[in-house]
């Protein structure tokens, strides 16, 4: 039996891991070894060519505003390739910065500015900064899930028609208003969590796997279990520390 494989496209990490999104990577790398499935993890820089057709999942991490500004540019120059990615059912995580950036506008330098215009989503300034661990309830996975991370933004996004990726249970999410966090278009999730987001999210890593393999093998894989307590308890603290049942 042919061994399947999954290409993991991390765009600038030189740019953009300002909150460790390397963790990220190597949650999504290792899930698939342990499991069997080769993992290619594929690092581009801000001067690459990027074939996005060749990926399977594609990660942009957080950085601050000046780098930030510099990968908004170099993404204008691919926006349709992208673009096609993410509506060909790509599956793409969007983390911290790189969330708000893939919409109409977004906050850059104290500023609101055009974004790539791949979503139908806005920006807007803050009075003051979201900072603080974050709690959200989802049922991405079909079933209710309590996802953890930290957030530390400047910026109010609203989402407007879009499926938000869950509902604030603890902290601010997308603009400590509506009690929604994130987006989730397609195969694409775009939030403000970070910390790293996945090894702390085994359940998010899997889904995300899961859409992946699905997508390019045109079936459903089951994902043998893992021993996930290292993980587990990770998570685990976070909720009981913030959410009082």
């Known amino acids: 039996m042919e061994r399947k494989t999954i290409r993991i496209g991390h765009l600038f990490p030189e740019l953009l891991n300002m909150y460790g999104d390397k963790g990220n990577i190597l949650a999504l790398k290792n899930r698939l070894v342990w499991r069997g499935i080769d993992a290619e993890v594929v ?7 990027i074939d996005f057709s060749t990926l399977d999942i594609v990660l942009l991490g957080g950085g601050a505003d000046r780098e930030q500004e510099m990968v908004c540019k170099q993404l204008m120059s691919m926006k349709q390739a992208l673009s096609n990615y993410i509506e ?4 793409m995580l969007a983390l911290c910065g790189s969330y708000p950036m893939l919409g109409k506008t977004f906050q850059l330098q104290n500023e609101t500015v055009s974004g790539l215009g791949i979503l139908e989503i806005e920006t807007e300034k ?13 049922d991405i996975t079909g079933s209710e899930l309590l996802l953890v991370g930290f957030e530390n933004h400047g910026g109010k996004t609203r989402i407007g028609e879009l499926k938000p990726l869950g509902t604030v249970r603890h902290g601010f999410g997308n603009n400590g208003e509506d009690g929604s966090c994130g987006v989730i278009y397609k195969n694409l999730i775009g939030t403000y969590l970070h910390g790293p ?8 890593t899997d889904y995300l796997l899961s859409c992946a393999l699905k997508r390019k093998y045109g079936e459903d894989i089951a994902l043998m279990p893992l021993a ?4 587990e308890e990770a998570h685990d603290y976070i909720v009981k520390r913030f959410i009082k049942e």
Not at 43 to 49: A, L, M, N, P
């Open 88 to 91: 060909d059912g790509g599956v």
């Open 228 to 231: 996930d307590r290292a993980e």
């Open 126 to 138: 803050t009075e003051k900064r979201h900072i603080g661990d974050c709690i959200v309830q989802t």
């Open 43 to 49: 690092t581009f820089g801000i001067e690459d060519e």
């Open 197 to 204: 987001l996945l090894p702390k999210n085994p359940a998010l």
